[in-house]
Each structure stands twice: as structure tokens, then as C-alpha cells.
């Protein structure tokens, strides 16, 4: 008996043991290596694919929106709250506050740090809904048709995986594909040409397109195609956005038509620079947003163009035309989160979005869950980091909007938009510290991370300890302004 | 100096399963939190390496010392199994 114990005390406890070390290691080999490659991005595991969203049910109320986003109202929401005359005194006040920055070479407003968010912005300002880098008809490309070659068709999986290919190729981080929905496409193609004026209050708008985008609109250079196209639309001023029975999306002086055959959304989730975005709120800060909007419409402009190529139509879209999150979400690129942002298990809410309609048929994707609602309920790092106090502190999503700029009929935990962008005209640029704050917006190079994301995908009682482990390393907090122009960068970008 | 009448006793003591099992916990401990030293510091997040610096050296200190205290000649342990 004490001979049969003492086999198995040793031997069987040693090979349990090791059973267990195994499966463990495995467990958690399997729980942080890739998943399927429905995204053209191998994705972890514990990245839930599902069939309805965990946030963002909706109620009949939810039509389209009218398009009275926060840059459109500020003005008269301002006048209306503070007199008239309050916005022109802000907007001065501000003006006034910048110059002097500048001159003072204020860290993270210098001359340098300006600038270098107006470039970053370059190709932004070139994409108008429409026209240019956003055309929404065939400009410099040849339809397969034009070469007397019948157009790309494979199985529904095989185009998606075509499209995400391509996307990814012209720097999509995360692409999706999510079915039309037409509440999710806005009423108006609001006109927001802002004038643009020097120190000495010169007008500096932008009144002629970039070269580029005028080399585009005639065709592309290097070749005849595109002589005979219509001349290029004007900019848009506060357009319908339509949908109809047609073949091809068309703009007009009144509307911007979009094709009812369009049951395809290729969403689109651009990575932004998080070391500049960790600079927020400044211009250098600003210029983490700047750049992801120009990759932006590098990506879809591009994305655009290929599937023109292959024989379909395409719309190109960044946040015009129609609200990106919705999107996103139903596409299974991340989660609607405390922000009332898209937050993605990849790269957190340091994310720019957009999108390509088409008419291409391909394989949908699903939602996604990996626990970010329920970490969202306990965390409230954002809301507590927001210095207007614009973002909610409820423990529970809600359908009750904040004001205008909110679209009623859907389940979020709503913004105060009008504090956010006061802020703004106190920073003198965009702010994006909720962006920068929030847990998920870390690097991707460090494997504990991704461990952590994946047990509070399955383990929300550890959402506590987490925050607070969050704010102990010292993760969401500004870096240092003028080291970004000195430091070292002969590597991979942090 | 030593006779050639003394008696010398070697003993070999073979080490607790669970002591294998432990040393690797450590050592993937050490590692991940190497790992996310280098990593933070190459995020410029340096609070985070410098913590994790600070949590690796503990470690390696307290499992280099854990080995030589238990590899010490003549003391009595009462964990080890003596063959």
C-alpha cells in the first residue's frame, strides 16, 4: 500500500502537474494567439464574435440625423447661451491667445508644433464630400469593361478578403464589412467652409484645389483616361443625401444620390500616432488626429479606385456623408464605449474612421464583444480625465441625449458636446485627452497588455484592478512636449 | 588538515517536484516582466519600465537568493528528499 501511495504520489502528481502546466500555458497560448481571418488581421481570440452589439440597441426613434453635429451649431448654441456677439469675442479671444503661444514658443503651440499639424492636415483639407480625393463617380481609373475584361467575381468571402487585402495594403488597421443601413446615412451634406485668416486678417481659405487632387479630377496623368469626364463639382453647400433607384451615385448642385444597389460598407479603422496623440491637448496632440484624417482619405480615396477597378461603384467617405461608429460596430471593428466612440481591442480609441459603400457583393462581418462595456461601467478613466467634464459618469448606458448634437432612438452613455468644443476654444486646437486616457489606447508591443485585455474579456470582476493598475503605471498622463522633436527615431513608432 | 581515517557523508538530495514547478513560474515571471521593461521603455512609457525595472530586479534577487540559500553546504532541509 505504502509502495502503490508512493508511485503515485510521485509519479502521477508529476505528470498531473505538468497536465496542468501545459494545458495552462496552452489556455493561454490559445486565448492570445490569432483567431480567424475574417478581418484580413488575425484577431485573438478572446475577441467575441456575436450577433448583435453589446451597446447601441435602438428604438423607432433612431432616424437619420440631421447633420447638427457640434461644429455646425456651436455658433448659434453660443449666441444663444451667452449673449450674441459671444462666439466673434471667443473666436478672437482665441486667435489672440494662439499668437501669443507662438511667440512665446509655448511647448506644444511653438511655431514647429503648429505647423506641423497643418501639414499632417494637407491631405484632409483636399478631400471635400464629392470632389477630389472623395469623388463619389469613376475619375482615374479604367473600368474593366473600358479594357474588355468582364469584372472581378469570386465567392462573397473571397471578395471581402480582396477588399480587406487592398485596405489593409493603403493603411487601414482594422477594415470591416457591415451591410447598409440607411438611419445610419446623414440628411445633409452640411457646407462648413470656415474662412481661414492670417495674423494680419488676411482671408487664407483654401479657395483652389491641391494640385494633386485637380491632376485627379482631369484624369491621371499618365494617361488619356478621364479627358472626357464632367468638370468637378463644386464644393458642397448643405447638400440632401439621397437614396435612389440608380445605377451609378451622382452629386448635383442640390443633392448627393446614393444608389439604392449599395448594400456594402467597407468601415475602416485608421491607427493614429500615439505618441503625438499622448501630447493632447495642443497642436502637437492635434496632429495625431490631422494625420489620421489624411491617412483617411488617402485610404478610402484609394480603396475607392480599386474597387472602381474591378467593376463595382464606390463612395469614399471619412466623416461626412454618414456616422462612421454605427458602422464600425455593426462591422465588428470595436465597441461603443463610455466616449460614445468606437473603442477597438487593438488599438483602444486611437482610432479614425471611415468608410466605402459599394455595390460589390461581399461576406458581412459581425459585431464584436470583448467586455469593453462592462470595463467601460467600472473604469470611467475618460470621464474623469475630461477637464470640461463633457463625458458621462452614469454607471449605465442610456437613451437620453444631451442636446442637439445627439442622434435620439439609441442606447449610449451621451456626451456633452458643447463643453467638449468650449474646450477647444480654450486649447485653441482639438483636444483628444479621452482619447489618450483611456486603457486601451496602449502600444502593442508589450505582451502583458494583451493578456490583460483578454482576461477582462472574460473576467469583469478584474475591471477594478485594472484601472487601478492603469493609473499605478502611470499610462493616459501627457508626455513630455519638447522631447518628441529630440527623441530618438531610428525605430519602430511608440 | 584531514586523516586518512575520517569519514566524509555526501548527501545527494533530490529537489521537490513542486520546486521545478515554482522556478518556472519564476522564470515566466522574470521574462514578462522583462519584456514589458523593454516594451514600455520603447513606448517612451517610462513610469511603467521603470516600475517593471524595479519589479524584475526584485524578483531576480529574490529567486537568486531563494536558489543560494537552499544550495547552502551543511544546512538541514527539510523539504528535500534525501536519496
Known sequence: ?????????????????????ASGALGSLWALAAGGSANARKRARWIRIVDRPTLGETTADYKRFSGNDIFTIYRQLKDQRDGAGSFEAEQASKAKRLATWIKEKKPGYSLP?????EGA?????????????????????????????????????????????????????????????????SLLVPHREQPRKDSSGKD????????????????HPSCEHGKDQPPAVQPPQDRDIVFEDTDVPSVTDTKFVIPRKMKW?????????????SRAPTALGDTAAALGYSHSAFVVASLAV????????AIPCVNDTAQSIPFAVDAGIGELSRLNKLVTPEFGAGVRLCKVFTDMPMAYDKPVDFGLVEFCKTCKKCAEACPSRALSFDDEPSFKT????????????FEDSYKCYQYWQKTGTGCGICLASCPYTKGDQAWIHEAVKATASIAPATDGVFRAMDDAFGYGKQRDLEQWWTKDRSGRRG | ?????????????????????????WLLLEVVIFQTAFASARESEYRAATICWIAAAVVAGGGVFGWLRRGQAGRPDKWSKQL
Open chain 1, 402 to 413: 444631451r442636446g442637439p448634437w445627439n442622434n435620439p432612438g439609441h442606447k449610449a452613455w
Open chain 1, 204 to 219: 487664407t481659405s483654401q479657395k483652389t484645389q491641391h494640385p494633386m487632387v485637380q491632376r485627379q479630377e482631369g484624369g
Open chain 1, 306 to 313: 480599386f474597387i472602381r477597378g474591378l467593376g463595382y461603384e
Open chain 2, 1 to 25: 588538515m584531514t586523516n586518512a581515517t575520517d569519514v566524509f557523508t555526501i548527501t545527494i538530495r533530490r529537489r521537490p517536484w513542486w520546486f521545478w514547478a515554482l522556478a518556472g513560474v
Open chain 1, 265 to 277: 460598407v467597407v468601415a475602416i479603422a485608421i491607427p493614429m500616432d500615439l505618441d503625438l496623440l
Open chain 1, 113 to 117: 508644433d503648429r505647423q506641423l499639424s
Open chain 1, 1 to 21: 500500500m505504502e509502495g502503490i501511495r508512493k508511485q503515485i504520489g510521485r509519479r502521477a502528481l508529476l505528470k498531473a502537474s505538468g497536465f496542468a502546466a
Open chain 1, 121 to 185: 492636415f494637407t491631405v484632409m483639407h483636399s478631400a471635400k464630400p464629392g470632389v477630389g480625393l472623395l469623388a463619389w463617380t469613376r475619375t482615374s481609373v479604367r473600368a474593366p469593361e473600358e479594357m474588355a475584361t468582364p469584372r472581378y467575381t469570386a465567392s462573397p468571402e473571397e471578395m471581402a478578403n480582396t477588399v480587406k487585402a487592398a485596405a489593409r495594403l493603403y493603411g487601414a488597421g482594422l477594415v470591416g464589412i457591415a451591410p447598409m443601413n440607411e438611419a445610419y446615412v
